[in-house]
């Protein structure tokens, strides 16, 4: 069985037509699904949609957060109560083609554990949009050491990744985490589509936040910039140090104070840059160490099995 796994927040009319398209599908190539709803903390009437799919269907399971928590715990909670040999993650919104959902199951039956869905065109976006993605997918790609350009959440896991996510206590990141365990791939391409209905959830802000976390989770390398950084300073100011003695050597000193100014404010930006860097991981220790829970389920609705 497949469990198909979708997020929503704030998608009252994309439930119903997310969940008769794909059923559509599923029928047509004989798959026998489950069907997670994750309401992620909607403020409409996501949930209401959900609960009213779940009671006239055999196979829709919905849950309900007791707020926002994000898209990444919204996947978590699908992992986790997903029952299928397998699971599909999939936007609410339809911007991953459905239809695509048949070729990753055959890819799966023919043993492949993890089937990555890549985007072949990034859609309609704005330029800032499609340049910020790409600036932070080079980033990340470049310090967790695996190509993600393209990578998106439309996934199809097999029951054994489904129980090594679930088992990861961290708050990852959902496309990296499928990087980073590994298992044998196949990848299917697709084209995104345009929302069904409303707009995209995603802020400037919000999207900035998701990357920096992102990469802060995957990789310390910011850290050791700050090492560099120090050492490249430590150079610098050797050569000024040698530079500054010789002068007060042969009696040339009290000039060059526009120097020691321009010396103190970049030193000062450094310290100041690496001290926000270490500040970072710290919270990032600290939220992980806390051991809050991911998401908080406040309701759950399921079908009685017709
Ligand atoms: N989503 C979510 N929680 C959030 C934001 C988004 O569960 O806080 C869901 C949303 O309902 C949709 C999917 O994640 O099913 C992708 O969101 P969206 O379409 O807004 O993002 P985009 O396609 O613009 O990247
Ligand atoms: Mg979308």
New binding site residues.
């Given amino acids: 069985m497949l469990s198909v796994i979708?997020?929503?927040?704030?998608?009252e009319k994309?439930v119903k037509i997310a969940y008769d398209k794909i059923s559509a599908i599923l029928k047509e190539n004989a798959i026998e699904g489950e069907f997670i709803f994750?309401?992620?903390?909607?403020r409409d009437e996501?949930f209401k949609m959900i609960t009213e799919l779940s009671e006239e269907k055999g196979n829709v399971t919905g849950l309900h957060f007791s707020r926002?928590?994000?898209?990444e715990?919204?996947?978590s909670a699908g992992l986790a109560s997903a029952t299928g040999d397998c699971a599909v993650v999939?936007?609410?919104?339809l911007?991953h083609p459905p239809e695509k959902i048949a070729e990753m199951y055959r890819l799966w039956e023919k043993g492949a554990e993890i089937v990555e869905g890549l985007k072949s065109e990034r859609?309609r976006?704005s330029r800032m949009k499609g340049l910020g993605a790409k600036i932070f997918y080079s980033v990340i790609s470049r310090m967790a050491g695996f190509d993600m350009a393209n990578s998106s959440?439309f996934k199809l896991l097999d029951r054994k990744v489904i129980d090594v996510i679930n088992k990861m206590p961290e708050r990852g990141f959902f496309r990296a985490i499928s990087y980073w365990v590994g298992y044998n791939k196949g990848t299917v391409y697709y084209d995104?589509a345009e929302?069904v209905d409303?707009?995209?959830?995603?802020s400037t802000k919000?999207l900035f936040k998701y990357a920096l976390s992102n990469i802060t989770s995957y990789s310390t390398a910011p850290m050791q910039i700050v090492t560099f950084l120090g050492f490249v300073m430590l150079a610098i100011s050797v050569i000024f140090g040698v530079w500054a003695l010789i002068d007060k050597i042969i009696g040339r000193a009290l000039e060059g104070m526009t120097t020691v100014i321009i010396i103190t404010i970049f030193i000062g930006s450094i310290i100041m840059i690496s001290l926000g860097i270490i500040g970072y991981y710290i919270a990032r220790i600290y939220e992980e160490i806390k051991g809050r829970p991911k998401y908080i389920v406040s309701s759950t609705v399921k079908s009685v099995r017709k």
Avoid: H, L
């Fill in positions: 979708i997020p929503a927040y704030n998608e994309c994750v309401d992620d903390g909607s996501t926002n928590f994000g898209k715990s919204a996947i999939i936007d609410a919104d911007q859609g976006e959440d995104v929302r409303g707009e995209s959830k995603w919000g």
